[in-house]
Every structure is written in C-alpha cells, then in structure tokens.
C-alpha cells in the first residue's frame, strides 16, 4: 500500500513540473488612445481594406527578433487574432476615430458623404525586446468618386522598455502613427490637396 501511495505521490509532483507555461494573449486594439469618439457629425466613410503582412509573421505566436539577428516563435505570448486582422482592426478604429468617420467596410451606405478606401501592405514588422517596435507600411488612400489615389509609405519605428507589455505598446503606438497619416490624407482631399504627409 506504500508503495502504491508513493508511486501517486511521484505522479502527481511529476505531473505538477510539467505543467505547460500559460498564454498570454495580446492585442493591437484598444487602450485609452483608441477609444476616443467622434464628437462632430460624420463628414466621412472609410473602407479599411484587408491588410497584408510578410508571411514569417502571418501568424498568432509572437515573432521576436533577437540583437543578432535571430528569429524565435513565441508560443506563450500570442496575439488576440492573426496579426492582418489584429492590425486592421486597429486601424480601423484609429483612423475613424481621428476622423470622426465610420468604417463602411462590406456594409451597405448611402451615397451622401464622401468614401474613401484604404489598402495597406505591412512590409516589415519588426519586434526585438527591449529595443524597438517597427512597422513598415506601404499604404493608398483612394476617393472613390474621383477614383484618384494617393500612396504612401510610412517606416514607424518606436522605442520600447522591457518586456511583452512594452513591446506590444511600441506596436501601438507605429499605429497610431500610421493611422494619424492616413487620416492626414483623407482630410487633404477634403481641402483638394492629399498628398503623403512630409517625413
């Protein structure tokens, strides 16, 4: 009966060092930043196309870059959803609500207010802890009723502290950046002049 006894009692404690490390789920979306509403009437639409990203990062496991260069998947850190989704989504929010307008993306409108529809092509994102948090984005701003287009490309790179936390906020805030230029052009075709915000 010890014995057996003994042999639950190894199970259990070898049971409990195994134990596999928990997730932690992230995301783009969100924070005090991005919440702010529109206090003046809709003067816009806006379509947020799908975003692309490089296919090594196309995925929800952090990928981290190391000071030599090497890459590690993080399989206890994740984003919330797969990263084109996480970064359009944020955006979308960011872009409306600097502009007090409505995302009408695959939703029906009526055709009094002015559309205009954003691509955007992430062509690198960046993570290295404890340095910097980069996104590189070829992005277009098209009226849809002129049909003319205005494309851009904005590299935010931004410092971050340690840690997941830190990381993440450096990403934030590269949308942020992004999101305000975005914004910058849609306004300037208001005033007949968009053109990609000087770097």
């Known amino acids: 009966m010890k014995t057996i006894v003994a042999m639950l009692a190894a199970t259990v404690l070898l049971g409990a060092c195994s134990t596999t490390p928990p997730e932690h789920f992230y995301t783009l979306s969100g924070g005090a930043e991005s919440n702010l509403q529109p206090a003046k ?6 379509e947020m196309l799908a975003v692309s990203v490089p296919q ?5 496991q952090f990928v981290v870059t190391a000071p ?3 890459i590690e998947l993080l399989e206890q850190q994740r ?37 205009y529809r954003i691509s ?3 062509q690198r994102f960046e993570s290295v802890m404890n340095d910097h948090a980069l ?7 098209r009226e849809l009723a002129s049909n003319k287009v205005v494309t851009c490309r904005t ?8 840690g997941y936390d830190e990381l993440v906020l450096g990403h934030r805030r590269a949308v942020q950046a992004i999101s305000k230029q975005m914004a910058d052009v849609v306004r300037g075709f208001g005033t007949g002049n968009p053109a990609c915000p000087a770097i």
């Not at 009437?41 to 806006?46: I, K, L, N, S």
């Open 41 to 46: 009437p809709v003067q816009y639409y806006v």
């Open 56 to 60: 090594q990062v196309s995925r929800n």
């Open 68 to 70: 030599s260069g090497r």
């Open 79 to 115: 984003w919330a959803g797969p990263l084109a989704g996480e970064i359009g989504q944020a955006l979308s929010t960011a872009v409306t609500g600097e502009l007090g307008a409505i995302d009408v993306f695959r939703t029906p409108y009526p055709d009094k207010l002015p559309v």
């Open 120 to 122: 955007t092509n992430v």
């Open 135 to 141: 996104i590189d984005a070829v992005w277009s701003v």
């Open 155 to 162: 590299v935010a790179n931004q410092k971050t502290g340690a």
